[in-house]
């Protein structure tokens, strides 16, 4: 299962809660970093780009002994899984998380925007359809995070593993979303 979502939503946590009820996790930045599948660091934007060719092959050859097993990172919804859990999180609470974290405010910016539009959603679901969408895939599904604990983001995942059904989320009509996106568009 890979488990994606704009850098921030909680991505690493959950598959940290994970990984302590005994489910295999793959953290692929730090898989990328082990095979030197980084191929190059945007400074300017704090970004790595990957060889995803690379991991692709790595989570192919992957063996998981439990069942469910997660693939974990902002792409991992370019890797061969079975379903494509993306992780959304309400932009005025994902902007504190990345003021916590010290982002710049033109990270803030480009991640808040990436939220907004659900970048990571739409990415999967044109992977998954291969360009000829009607309806979304049934194997992408979003959960919202947002004002869960843990072990509350922990649970609502596994349920919509296991029933491969998710939320549908929507920021765009969401006016304290726009306002809080709003703020930071003069750093784009």
Same mark, same amino acid.
């Given at each position: 299962?890979?488990?994606?979502? $704009?850098?921030?939503?909680?991505?690493?946590?959950?598959?940290?809660? /994970?990984? &302590?009820?005994? /489910?295999?996790?793959?953290?692929?930045?730090?898989?990328?970093? %082990?095979?030197?599948?980084?191929?190059?660091?945007? !400074?300017?934007?704090?970004?790595?780009? =990957?060889?995803?060719?690379?991991?692709?092959?790595?989570?192919?050859?992957?063996?998981?002994?439990? *069942?469910?097993? /997660?693939? %974990?990172?902002?792409?991992?919804?370019?890797?061969? $899984?079975? #379903?494509?859990?993306?992780?959304?999180?309400?932009? +005025?609470?994902?902007?504190?998380?990345?003021?916590?974290?010290?982002?710049?405010?033109?990270?803030?910016? !480009?991640?808040? !925007?990436?939220? /907004? =539009?659900?970048?990571?959603?739409? &990415?999967?679901?044109?992977?998954?359809? &291969? @360009?000829?969408?009607?309806?979304?895939?049934? *194997?992408?599904?979003?959960?919202? =995070?947002?004002?869960? +604990? #843990?072990?509350?983001?922990?649970?609502?995942?596994?349920?919509?593993?296991?029933?491969?059904? @998710?939320?549908?989320?929507?920021?765009?009509? *969401?006016? !304290?979303?726009?306002?809080?996106?709003?703020?930071?568009?003069?750093?784009?």
């Amino acid at each position: 299962m890979a488990i994606t979502g $704009t850098p921030g939503v909680g991505k690493t946590t959950v598959c940290r809660a /994970f990984r &302590e009820l005994e /489910f295999d996790v793959v953290h692929l930045n730090r898989v990328a970093r %082990e095979m030197g599948a980084i191929l190059e660091e945007d !400074e300017q934007r704090q970004v790595k780009v =990957v060889d995803v060719h690379a991991l692709r092959r790595y989570v192919e050859e992957w063996e998981p002994e439990s *069942d469910p097993a /997660f693939v %974990e990172s902002h792409y991992a919804h370019l890797m061969p $899984t079975d #379903l494509v859990v993306v992780l959304r999180l309400h932009p +005025s609470e994902l902007e504190r998380r990345l003021k916590d974290r010290g982002y710049p405010p033109e990270k803030i910016a !480009e991640n808040l !925007e990436a939220e /907004f =539009v659900g970048v990571c959603y739409g &990415e999967a679901v044109e992977v998954r359809s &291969e @360009g000829c969408l009607i309806r979304p895939p049934e *194997d992408v599904v979003q959960v919202d =995070v947002t004002g869960l +604990s #843990l072990a509350e983001a922990a649970d609502r995942i596994l349920e919509a593993v296991n029933y491969r059904r @998710g939320d549908d989320v929507d920021w765009l009509s *969401d006016e !304290e979303a726009q306002r809080t996106v709003e703020r930071y568009l003069k750093y784009r």
